[in-house]
Each structure stands twice: as structure tokens, then as C-alpha cells.
């Protein structure tokens, strides 16, 4: 989601922007676009429309599609706003009434309207509340001091004009939410945090605000769903709502989930949905080999015999659970599994980080660059490192002493890791005083630009050299090579090219980025 079109003018600076929203309050991304714009404080600055994306939804009426559907909404916005809280209730209200509601308040007074329709987002949202109920709606209204509008009012509300006109526009595709800013540019769904920020701010996709990295990676546990009954799915959302739950319709989507969203730390399995797979050993077997093969998963089976229970251990199951579930011994086996997964994934992070500079040790770069030597080559997409030295740190050592040494290389980590904007992206203590930068997918141009921001960051950092003949401030030079991994050529070619590079720029005085060249 988070698709724009345009069709005015290039924004102007300083312009203080409206827009036109379309949202649905069971809509998680319309809880999110609202929140932000409470942030922003932008709520007198917006048309909001409410209408209804599920007119047929019912909370009485929850089925497992549905709510699967939520499931799946829900963790997508938790990854694009990592640091948006929300709560996963268990059904999809009707949200007639309350949109109603908010839209005759609104046309009353704007300002009311925008704290009534947040706090009816937040009742379902983050309380878990049904708003389809009249009495909830009442409530609020009484807790807000706000008196409900006449019948004639409401009569004049062009609710079902903009219910029309969200339903056949082609632009807008049925996507939700739908932000309209006053110089013509259309956003659909719910892009990354940085990217919304801009919009809010500019009206503009083209801004000359450049948008931040991508987000940062949730701190929840991830829990994977491969069944299709509403009851375990519903027990999972009410007995562990700090957990992300995600759900994948057979096999071949609960692969591709993992694939695609990063393992996660649990996997729970209806074993008739398996499709033959008869082992855990689908991870190892599937077609990425980057799957963590030490994935707990935990067989569900509405078998409870002893022969199933064994089947399942003897196919490599972490656990058992025979329907039907009881919610506290759900909970408890899931948080057992979960709390050694944490265990597990400390122990191994410990392993791969320098104990000095806090970013990656040598030997996770190793493994890194094999693994993604073997992605680039199966994707064909271009692989990029950079060697990077601190200039003359043994005179800098000599001059201030090794405590201070380590100092300056603790410092200079710091820098070279803000430079880098991608989740994926690699920066390791290589050893010594050299650090290595791996960017997959990224060709030498982009490479370049990387490069040079690094020298760039760690000159402006300022940080005293005064036996630095290059500069009076700590210093890189940095060594630059890329190319398209190919499985008959070894990954070290990469690192030896890069190596080539770094010498070059030593070469040539040092404070430089140099790139590789065929004939260096």
C-alpha cells in the first residue's frame, strides 16, 4: 500500500497544505493516517470524510477470512510504523453509525468533529471496543460534552455522495486511506512513516525533503499461522496481544511470509494444511536457504491420539497441541517457545557483534558475504562493498594512547553506521582499524554515493588527529567495488577488488574514495 498519482503543480514552499481524506474507522491504516495527523497537529487542516470500506462487516459475524485479513493489515502497519501502538481486536465492526456520527459533528463544528473521531479510532484500536454499539457511541459523546446532531443535520450530510464517489473512482482502486492534497496529488493506502511525514508536510510526493531510512525493525515476536479456523486464531489475538501475529493460507504462503517479511519466531502449523510436507525440514528444503533452520514450530492437529503426538515429534516438531485448545495452555506453551527463540537470538547476536564497536564482527561478515554472494547471483542483482581505513590511526594511537584509540574507532562506527539507510545493509568491524560496508542490490554508482557520504560524515564529526598529516580531524579512505555475483566465481573475488580499491585510495593521498577499476 501507500501508491501516489499526480496531477497539480510543483508544490511551493512553505504553504500551509489541506487535504481531502477518505477512511473507514476499521480500517487500521485510517487509525494510523489519523494519529499521524493528530501528531502533526493538522486536524483543522482536513476534509475527513468517513465512509465505510466493509459495509456488510458485522462484529458477530467475525469468520476466519476476515479476521485473517485484519491480522494480515495490522502486522503490515506494525512494519511500516514500528512506533505506532495499536491493538488487534478479534472482529470487524459495522462502522454506519459511528461514521455517521462523526461526519454530522463535523459539519457542525470541525473541531469537535476531529476529538470525537479520534476517539472513536481509539476506542476500537487501541481499547478494543465494538463501536458498531450505540451505547459506546453515546458514551463518547458524553465523555467529549458534545451534544448528537438533530435529524436534519444528518439528512444534509453527503455521506452516500462520497461513498459513491470512493467506490467507482478508478484512481482510487478501493484502497484505504485515500489523502487528496489541495495541489492535486493522490495518496493510496498507507506508505512508510517517513514517506507519510513528507506528503502531510509538502502535499507533495516530489519534495525537496528527502524521506528517512526505512523503518525500524519491530521488537515484537513474530508468530506465523498456517490453519484455517477462526477459534485458534482468535485465542492466539486475546491470549498474546503483545505478539505479532501473521497468518498464511497453506504452505506455500507460510514459505513466502517467511521470505518476505523475515523469519519469524514461531510457527504454528495445522498439520492437514501442510500439503505432504511431512518435516520441519521445509525450511532447509525451500527455495531460500537464508531460513533459519533452528525455527521452533509447533504442530496443531485435530488428532489427539499418541500415534499423532509421536508423528509429530519424529517429523522434527518442537511441540504438540491436539483441539481442542484450552486458551491458558496455548498461551503457556507459545510463551515457553517464544522466551527460549529470545534466549537463543541474544546468545546469537553476542556472537556475531565486535565487542568494541558494537557493529558487526568479521565473522558475521563472512557468513553475510557468502550468503549474499549466493542471493545475488539466483536475483542477478548487483552486490556492493566498501573497505573503509581510518587513516593514520597508528599515529593516532601513538600520540593519545590505545584507550583513546579505541575511543576514536567506537566514534567512528557510530558515524559510518548512520550513513546507512537500509535494513539490509552491512557494516562490520573487518579488524583493526578497518571496517567493511555490504549493500545488496546496489550498483557502483549508488555505491559511490554511499562512499563518499561515509568520508563525508566522519570529516564533519570533527574528531582531533594532531599527528594527522592528511587533516587535523580523523580521516577514511575508502575502497569501492561492486559487480553481479556468479556462481562460478568465488565471493572473495569481491572483497579483493574492493581491497584493490582502498589501496588506491591510500595512494592518492588518503581522505578519498576510489572505485575499482578492470585495469587497477
Known sequence: MGNASRAGEQVEDGVNRQFTIFADFNCPFSFALNERLHAMDLDARVDFRCIQQFPSASSDATDFDTLARLVGEVAELRRKLPSMPINLPVFRPNTAAAAELANAVSAVDPAQGSRLRRRIFR??????????????????????????????????LKCGDWQREWEESPEFGHGMPIVISDVGETLVGLPLES?????????????????????????????????????????????????????????????????????????????????????????????????????????????????????????????????????KVLRARVNTHLRARRTQQQLKKIARIDALTSVSNRREFD??????????????????????????????????????????????????????????????????????????????????????????????????????????????????????????????????????????AKQDGRNCVRLFAADD
Not at 554511499?450 to 577514511?476: G, I, K, M, N, Q
Open 367 to 504: 557468513l553475510r558475504l557468502i550468503s549474499e554472494w549466493g542471493r545475488g547471483a539466483r536475483s542477478e542483482h548487483s552486490l556492493a562493498l566498501l573497505m573503509i581505513d581510518v587513516d593514520l590511526f597508528k599515529q593516532y594511537n601513538d600520540h593519545y594512547g590505545h584507550l583513546r584509540g579505541d575511543d576514536c574507532l567506537v566514534k567512528v562506527a557510530q558515524v559510518l553506521s548512520g550513513c546507512l539507510q537500509r535494513a539490509g545493509d552491512l557494516i562490520a568491524r573487518y579488524g583493526g582499524e578497518e571496517f567493511v560496508v555490504l549493500l545488496p542490490g546496489v550498483e557502483l554508482e549508488g555505491a559511490m554515493r554511499v562512499a563518499e557520504a561515509c568520508r563525508a560524515a566522519v570529516f564533519e564529526a570533527r574528531l582531533v588527529h594532531d599527528s594527522s598529516t592528511v587533516s587535523p580531524y580523523v580521516t577514511v579512505s575508502v575502497g569501492v567495488a561492486a559487480m553481479q555475483p556468479i556462481y562460478e566465481k568465488s565471493c572473495t573475488l569481491l572483497v579483493e577488488q574492493a581491497d584493490v580499491a582502498l589501496y588506491q
Open 195 to 327: 514517506e507519510l511525514d513528507v506528503f502531510l508536510e509538502s502535499g507533495s510526493v516530489v519534495s525537496e525533503r528527502t524521506p528517512g531510512g526505512g523503518p525500524r525493525p519491530s521488537e515484537r515476536q513474530r508468530i506465523l499461522l498456517l490453519d484455517d479456523g477462526v477459534d485458534c486464531l482468535r485465542m492466539l489475538i486475546e491470549q498474546l496481544p503483545e505478539v505479532q501475529i501473521e497468518v498464511a493460507a497453506d504452505f506455500p504462503g507460510l514459505v513466502a511470509a517467511a521470505v518476505n517479511n523475515g523469519v519469524p519466531d514461531l510457527v504454528l502449523a495445522n498439520m492437514s494444511l501442510l500439503g505432504g510436507v511431512d518435516n520441519v525440514d521445509w525450511w532447509r528444503d525451500s527455495s531460500d536457504s537464508e531460513l533459519d533452520v533452528a525455527l521452533p514450530v509447533i504442530f496443531l492437529s485435530d488428532d489427539a491420539s499418541t500415534e499423532a503426538e509421536v508423528a509429530a515429534f519424529d517429523a522434527g516438531a518442537a511441540d504438540f497441541l491436539a483441539r481442542p485448545l484450552h486458551p
Open 123 to 156: 476506542a476500537l484500536w487501541i481499547d478494543g471496543e465494538d463501536i458498531s454499539r450505540p451505547e459506546l457511541l453515546q458514551s463518547l459523546l458524553d465523555d467529549l460534552d458534545i451534544e448528537a446532531p438533530g435529524k436534519g443535520a444528518r439528512r444534509a
